[in-house]
C-alpha cells in the first residue's frame, strides 16, 4: 500500500472507539514476538504537560548520546509527528512497512491507539533504541502504552478531563492514572492537587515503589537569568528551556529529575542537562511565530491549561491580545475560555476540521452571553486570516483552544498539509 492508502486504513481504525483494556494490545504484541520486552520503557501519564515533558526528557537522553525513542499523541499536523528517534519523524515508508506487519498481526476489533502504539514499539525496538519514552493517550493502568513494562512512571500534573472515560473526580482520575505505575519501579510525580497526592502516594506504599516529588524532592521557579532547578542530587541556575512558557517549569524539573533517576550510577553532566533542555522543542504549545502580527499557538485544551497558558501571556507584551479560539464538542469550553476572556479585546471563535469540533457560531454566542463581542471566523484557516487582517503591527494573536485548532493553524502558517484526526 501507499503512505496514503496506510493512513487511510488505520484511520479507519477509529470507528472501534476509544476501548480501554489490555486484552487486545497484549494479544497483537505477542504476535509480534512481544518486541516491547526488548526495551527500556519511561510511560509518562498525567493530564497537562505530558507531551512537553516527555519531550524534555526525551532531549536530555539524546543529549546524553543515548538513542531515545518518543511516542505521542495526538500529532499537530502529520501521523509521521508520533514516532521520533533523536527528534527525528519516523519516515513516510517505515510506516508502510510497520502498519503492514502490525496490520496483519492485529485481532478483531483492535482501535487505532492500540495499533499505532504496537507500530510504534515494533520500530523502537528494530532500531535498538537506549530508551522508549511513551506518552500515554488518555488513561494509565488500561492505556495501551501500559503493556509495556517500564522502568520508571512519570506523572504530570492532573486535572479535570476525559471525565466520561476516567472519572468525575480528581481522586478517581488519579486513581486510573496511577496504573501506570509498576511494583518496585520508580515514580516521579509533578506538581499535583492534595487529592492527586493522596492516590498517588497510597498507590506507590502498596506497590513498593519509590516517590520523589516535585515541591519537596526536587523543584524549579523562575530566577533572573532563567529557570532555576533544585534536584535531587544537584543545583543548576539559569536553565534556558527550548519550550515557552512560564508553565514549563514544572514540566522542565520534571523531566530533569526522572533523567536523573535513569542516570543512577552514571550521572549526567551539567552541561548534558542544559543542552537537553536547551534543545528541547515541542510544537504547539506557547510556540511564537514572528509577525507582524506576532502569533502565539498553544493547544491547551482544559481549564487547568488554560489557566497555566493565561499566566505565561503576563509576560508578552502587545497592545492588545487577539484570541482565535476553536474547541471540541465534548470539552468545557466555558472552563477554557473562562481565563482567556478577560485578556481578549478581539475573539474570533473558528471550527476545527475534526469531528466533534464545536461550531463556530455555537462559541461565539458562549463568548457572547459571558459579556464577551466574539465575531464567526468559519474555518481556522479563514479565522486566523480574519484576525491578522484586525491586528495592527504591535497586537498578540492567540490561536488556542484544542491541540486540532493549534495543528490546522500551524499548517497553513508553514504551507504544509493538515491530516485532521483526533485519537
Keep these: 500500500m501507499t503512505y496514503e492508502e496506510t493512513l487511510n486504513h488505520i484511520y479507519s481504525l477509529r470507528r472501534f472507539g476509544i476501548r480501554p483494556g489490555l486484552g487486545r494490545i497484549a494479544a497483537l504484541l505477542e504476535r509480534l514476538g ?4 526488548r526495551l527500556q ?25 543515548r538513542r531515545a525513542g518518543l511516542f505521542t499523541s495526538p500529532h499537530l499536523t502529520s501521523f509521521t509527528e508520533r514516532i521520533r528517534i533523536d527528534g527525528t519523524e519516523i519516515a513516510e515508508e517505515a510506516v508502510c512497512r510497520l502498519a503492514e506487519r502490525v496490520m496483519a498481526a492485529a485481532p478483531e476489533g483492535t482501535t487505532f491507539f492500540e495499533m499505532v502504539t504496537a ?35 512519570v506523572i504530570t500534573p492532573v486535572a479535570l ?27 516521579v510525580l509533578a506538581e499535583q492537587p492534595a487529592e492527586v497526592l493522596a492516590v498517588m502516594g497510597e498507590r506507590c506504599m502498596d506497590l513498593n515503589s519509590p516517590l520523589v516529588r516535585f515541591g519537596s524532592d526536587f523543584s524549579a521557579s523562575w530566577g533572573m537569568n532563567g529557570l532555576d ?17 512560564r508553565y514549563q517549569a514544572v ?4 523531566a530533569l529529575a ?47 491549561g488554560a489557566e497555566a497558558l493565561a499566566d505565561s501571556l503576563a509576560e508578552v507584551p502587545r497592545r492588545r491580545l487577539i484570541v482565535v479560539a476553536g474547541i471540541m464538542g465534548d470539552k468545557d469550553a466555558g472552563g477554557i475560555l473562562a481565563p482567556l476572556l478577560p485578556l481578549a479585546a478581539e475573539v ?42 484586525m491586528a495592527e503591527p504591535d497586537d498578540l494573536i492567540l490561536v488556542c483552544g484544542s491541540l486540532f485548532t493549534v495543528g490546522e493553524a500551524r499548517a497553513a502558517l508553514l504551507s504544509r498539509r493538515f491530516e485532521p484526526f483526533r485519537g
Design 251 to 254: 514540566n522542565a524539573a520534571t
Design 229 to 245: 532547578y533544585r534536584g535531587l542530587e544537584r543545583v543548576l541556575a539559569g536553565l534556558t528551556p527550548g519550550i515557552g512558557g
Design 41 to 65: 520503557v519511561v510511560h509518562v501519564a498525567g493530564t497537562n504537560g505530558k507531551g512537553s515533558t516527555a519531550a524534555f526528557l526525551a532531549s536530555i537522553m539524546t543529549a546524553a548520546g
Design 119 to 153: 507500530m510504534a514499539l515494533l520500530h523502537f525496538a528494530g532500531e535498538q533504541v537506549d530508551i522508549a519514552i511513551l506518552e500515554a493517550g488518555m488513561g494509565g493502568g488500561s492505556d495501551a502504552t501500559s503493556a509495556a513494562a517500564g522502568i520508571l512512571s
Design 161 to 187: 478531563d476525559h471525565c466520561q472515560w476516567l472519572g468525575d473526580s480528581l481522586a478517581a482520575i488519579a486513581r486510573e492514572k496511577a496504573g501506570i505505575i509498576r511494583p518496585g519501579r520508580p515514580v
Design 258 to 304: 526522572a533523567a536523573e533517576l535513569l542516570a543512577a550510577g552514571r550521572p549526567l553532566g551539567d552541561e548534558t542537562l542544559r543542552r537537553g533542555i536547551a534543545e528541547a522543542r515541542w510544537p504547539g504549545r506557547m510556540e511564537y511565530f514572528a509577525g507582524p502580527p506576532r502569533i502565539i499557538l498553544d493547544g491547551a485544551h482544559n481549564p487547568a
Design 34 to 37: 512481544n518486541p516491547q520486552e
Design 348 to 389: 474570533v471563535a473558528v471550527t476545527p476540521t475534526v469531528e466533534r469540533g464545536l461550531p463556530a457560531a455555537e462559541l461565539a454566542a458562549l463568548c457572547r452571553r459571558e459579556g464577551w463581542s466574539a465575531a464567526v471566523g468559519g474555518t481556522v484557516s479563514v479565522g486566523l486570516t480574519l484576525a491578522r487582517n
